[in-house]
């Protein structure tokens, strides 16, 4: 199978029950099931828990099991000896539903707390664990439609405002005044549930009727309370991360457009398609707009508790048909590739790549051809030169390891 050293890859649908019904079955040119399920996330990558197969004519195999066998051929020696292994994960998402606010440790923070919860003998799969690995999870996302994403919180200004002019924050305005962001974050994630209710219940039920008018933009929060709560009779315990989706910078981003988020930046996906890169980890701390594990005294730990001014990175036009988004990590870098019909574009694969076609057919030819279209993804191993050619129209992603300067 090595003698050459490019491959189609097949990813792993993940079923998580945010996801859309449409986007990814007609991009992958599938049927959903009867009854359909939700296509959350399309996962390219070596992560254990669903690792890529690579196919070369009648041979298949798993990407973890050959970057195990032949780890120098697969990811570069520069790669192996700095990582240890693939250090990113390539994902293709659709929400329809709201992600959960969270947090992402540091890789020093996540090496400590990993440590702590093998030390107190928590299961790795138990609902209470924090820590799956000892890695940190930067990340990036290309928007592929109108995307919305909450991203840090908002500047100190814009905060005051907002708990100036929501009555049911009014009691929050002053300690904010006095004590800032941190004070103000822990004091509403630690009230007791049956104050959050009094103090949001009116709050939820005046954005619901402010939706149903129709005086409600996605560029207000209250839209995605009430989408939150849309279609619910009976309304129970709210939802603390209610909090978050006023505190937090409200982003709106254009096909193409991207956001990196490192460690400590709080954020929530809210709506719309992309692609998204991160380091090969599963450390998620989360605030909110889940039914899974929050641990708020951890959270607070990881948390960046300043403003941010949201960066819409557009990336560095190369002038060879590819733009190049920066991200101040070691761990991965990504590209957007738009040819058209009959173009070319050469490269030498730095470490483990792989390209993923969101729209058009591409040929990638070096030692090895393949052609693939809408839906398709190739592993190019590392150290190999290799062309792409557009056989029409092409838009695809390419995820790499970058060089070590």
């Not at 990196?260 to 954020?267: D, E, K, T």
């Not at 050469?346 to 057919?361: A, D, Q």
């Not at 029409?392 to 790499?400: G, I, T």
Request: charged share 20%; glycine share 8%.
């Amino acid at each position: 199978m090595l003698q050459d050293r490019i491959y189609e890859l097949k990813g792993k649908v993940q079923h998580y029950a945010w996801g859309g019904y449409d986007y990814i079955p007609h991009w992958l040119q599938m049927q959903n099931s009867n009854p359909p399920l939700p296509y959350a996330e399309y996962w390219m990558g070596a992560h254990p828990s669903a690792p890529s197969l690579l196919r070369a004519n009648s041979d298949v195999i798993e990407l973890n099991y050959l970057i195990k066998q032949l780890p120098e051929v697969a990811l570069g020696k520069e790669t192996w000896n700095r990582f240890g292994e693939l250090p990113y994960l390539f994902k293709i998402l659709d929400v329809k539903e709201m992600l959960s606010i969270q947090v992402h440790p540091s890789k020093i923070e996540a090496e400590k707390g990993f440590d702590a919860e093998e030390a107190a003998g928590i299961p790795i799969n138990a609902a209470n664990r924090n820590y799956k690995d000892r890695n940190h999870k930067p990340e990036v996302m290309v928007a592929l439609s109108e995307f919305w994403l909450l991203h840090g919180f908002l500047q100190p200004e814009a905060l005051k405002k907002v708990l100036n002019s929501v009555p049911a924050f009014s009691s929050l305005a002053p300690l904010f005044e006095k004590e800032g962001y941190k004070a103000l974050y822990q004091h509403v994630m630690e009230l007791p549930q049956q104050q959050v209710n009094l103090m949001l219940l009116p709050l939820v039920l005046a954005e619901r009727q402010k939706f149903k008018a129709g005086q409600l933009t996605k560029h207000q929060p209250g839209w995605w309370v009430a989408k939150l709560y849309e279609g619910q009779e009976f309304i129970g315990d709210i939802d603390r991360g209610v909090f978050s989706i006023y505190f937090f910078n409200i982003v709106e981003v254009q096909p193409g457009g991207a956001v990196f988020q490192g460690a400590g930046v709080p954020h929530a996906y809210l709506e719309g398609q992309n692609v998204e890169l991160m380091a090969n980890s599963d450390n998620v701390l989360r605030g909110g707009l889940t039914p899974k594990h929050v641990d708020v005294p951890e959270l607070l730990k990881h948390t960046t508790f300043e403003g941010i001014t949201p960066v819409i990175m557009q990336g560095d036009d190369t002038g060879k048909g590819e733009r190049v988004y920066n991200c101040p990590v070691p761990d991965f870098g990504i590209s957007k590739i738009q040819l058209p019909a009959g173009q070319s574009l050469r490269h030498i694969s730095t470490s483990l790549e792989i390209i993923v076609v969101i729209e058009g057919t591409l040929r990638l030819a070096g030692r090895g051809i393949v052609t693939i279209g809408k839906g398709g993804a190739v592993a190019i191993l590392a150290a190999e030169a290799y062309e792409l050619q557009a056989l029409e129209p092409v838009l695809a992603y390419r995820a790499f390891v970058p060089r070590l300067n």
